[in-house]
């Protein structure tokens, strides 16, 4: 267990709503509240749609919570001024879901790559250049392609690319979102690795997201479990796959795919059910429609987050 005694973000009661057809709202983000210690990695998993990305973006200020609060380095984030925000941006990067779409068509990728130090430089060109090639050549990628459009690169390349863009400000926060889901099983394990590195390498803490529960489990301290919105479980990694506690939580440790599968949580569905809208989530817990232990409490109360052993935290009627 990495330093636990500071927290290098802290989201405080995160709030994010996107207005869907026929004035109605999608929840995707409830009210979720965690930190993340300086050093450590937490992994965050959940199925497809349950809010991961919409939480990163918040955190990521593209754009910030509908409410709540992101406290990063001790600074609450909604409250700088542009010049603040834009001061303190290189020190938290993401590295985003989709690397494609991620990427800008029409710009080479040492421009791509120097943009971060572009928007908040007092670097020259050349000084910038000289930076980018470096990165290049630290994240597997021959500095002669500089000129190169990510059209001209694999799906891993690209991931490369994005880690370059990433870490080319030396932030102390990465957030990865999904960064292998799109590639290769081959492929998959090099971009991994080279997170590795680059964790190491740089000090970095991080807020991975994946719906791959043995990558999870290899590079994170902690696990946090999302469901629909809100945060179901929260623990120390070993002690989640060894005794986790939530019931969403069993279904998808159960759930895991034998082989990398496109959809996460293949099995999930067909154990469970579907996951109901985000427009309109049950009352009380959440997981309550799909739950095999649910009763009658869970219909009218929210569970709240409940430390059931040092560390360990768990919101479900079971356990309080
Ligand atoms: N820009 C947007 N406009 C409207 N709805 C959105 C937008 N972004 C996300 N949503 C909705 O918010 C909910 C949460 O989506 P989000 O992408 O955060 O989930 P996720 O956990 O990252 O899923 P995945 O594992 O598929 O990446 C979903 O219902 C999604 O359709
Ligand atoms: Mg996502």
Avoid: W
């Avoid at 004035?23 to 959940?46: N, P």
């Avoid at 370059?164 to 400000?169: D, G, N, Q």
């Amino acid at each position: 267990m990495k330093n636990k005694n500071r927290p290098l973000l802290e989201l405080s009661n995160i709030v994010v709503e996107f207005n869907a057809d026929h004035g109605e709202k999608i929840h995707a983000v409830s009210d979720i509240s965690f930190a993340i210690f300086k050093g450590e990695t937490l992994g965050l998993v959940g199925e497809s749609g349950c809010g991961k990305s919409s939480l990163a973006r918040a955190v990521m200020q593209l754009p910030g919570p509908a409410s709540g609060k992101v406290t990063f380095c001790s600074k609450d984030l909604a409250q700088l001024s542009k010049k603040e925000l834009l001061k303190i941006r290189p020190r938290f990067q993401m590295v985003f879901q989709d690397s494609v779409s991620a990427l800008n068509p029409k710009r080479s990728v040492g421009k791509t790559i120097a943009m971060p130090l572009k928007v908040t430089g007092n670097l020259s060109k050349n000084e910038r250049h000289t930076l980018v090639e470096k990165m290049m050549s630290k994240v597997g990628l021959d500095s002669e392609l500089f000129n190169n459009k990510p059209h001209q690169f694999s799906g891993g390349q690209c991931q490369r690319i994005q880690i370059a863009r990433a870490l080319i400000t030396e932030p102390e926060l990465l957030i990865c979102d999904e960064p292998v889901s799109s590639l290769d099983v081959s492929i998959q394990a090099q971009i991994i690795n080279l997170l590795e590195t680059m964790r190491k390498q740089y000090d970095l803490t991080m807020l991975f997201i994946s719906h791959d529960l043995a990558v999870v489990k290899n590079i994170s301290d902690r696990i946090a479990v999302m469901y629909l919105g809100k945060l179901c479980e929260i623990a120390p990694s070993e002690q989640l796959y060894q005794s986790c506690a939530h019931p969403y939580t069993s279904a998808l440790f159960s759930a895991i795919p034998r082989v990398n599968h496109p959809q996460a949580f293949p099995k999930l569905q067909r154990c469970i059910g579907e996951l109901p809208s985000p427009t309109a989530p049950p009352s009380g817990c959440r997981f309550r429609t799909r739950c095999p232990k649910v009763k009658e409490q869970c219909v009218f109360e929210e569970p709240k987050l409940y430390e059931i052993s040092p560390g360990h935290t768990v919101a479900c009627h079971l356990f309080q």
